[in-house]
């Protein structure tokens, strides 16, 4: 008696601590090489626009740090645009030289990014602001002079709205962002699609 139960033992303890056959491994994998194929573009997408989300955001606290320190300053201040390597560099002139200094606030934008309607030709699928409603149906580009606000944070000369917009150098599938800057210094960050309209981010 007592034989027949170890042989039983035996029995189910090696049918159930059998590992996975060859077949089973093979479509588990198969099943998650699909589920990676169709998972990864869609990660990539949703990282992609985030990173322009980012920088948007960025831009527009560098704004706003610029309309303070104007007030808090009660001087004019400005924020210029230039050129680092291969990055476009926004920088509030602390100290008035008119030059990149390491102690001015600055956004770095990464190299496969640019400020696509500072372009001499603008990317055909990115729409003007004339879907931004009033008052940013007609916009300035930022001017090589740069924006400046005023003591009473307002932009000097009451120039304006100016409108920056961000995008990748290579694709623009991802779309666009940009920021608007109204002479009063009212910001705001929007986005599209390519070929979209703009939308005040969320």
Not at 9 to 34: D, I, M
Not at 50 to 65: C, E, K, P, T, W
Not at 72 to 95: A, H, P, Q
Not at 148 to 162: D, Q
């Amino acid at each position: 008696m007592k034989l027949v139960k170890n042989r039983l033992c035996r029995h189910t303890l090696s049918k159930s601590s059998r590992g996975f056959s060859v077949v089973e491994l093979v479509v588990a994998l198969a099943v998650a090489l699909v589920l990676a194929a169709i998972a990864i573009p869609s990660i990539m997408t949703t990282y992609s626009q985030y990173r322009l989300g980012v920088q948007a955001s960025l831009i527009a606290n560098q704004l706003d740090l610029l309309r303070m320190n104007a007030v808090r300053g009660n001087t004019t201040f400005t924020l210029y645009s230039t050129t680092s390597g291969s990055n476009t560099v926004l920088y509030i002139d602390l100290n008035k030289n008119s030059a990149l200094d390491s102690t001015d606030p600055q956004v770095v934008l990464p190299a496969d990014m640019q400020i696509s309607n500072s372009l001499s030709t603008a990317p055909t699928d990115m729409p003007d602001s004339s879907s931004m409603g009033t008052p940013y149906s007609t916009t300035l580009k930022l001017p090589s002079t740069g924006i400046s606000f005023t003591s009473n944070g307002t932009i000097s000369g009451a120039a304006g709205p100016y409108f920056i917009v961000i995008g990748y150098s290579n694709n623009s599938k991802y779309g666009y962002r940009a920021i608007t800057v109204t002479p009063m210094g009212e910001v705001k960050v929007w986005t599209t699609s390519s070929g979209g309209t703009w939308s005040v981010a969320s």
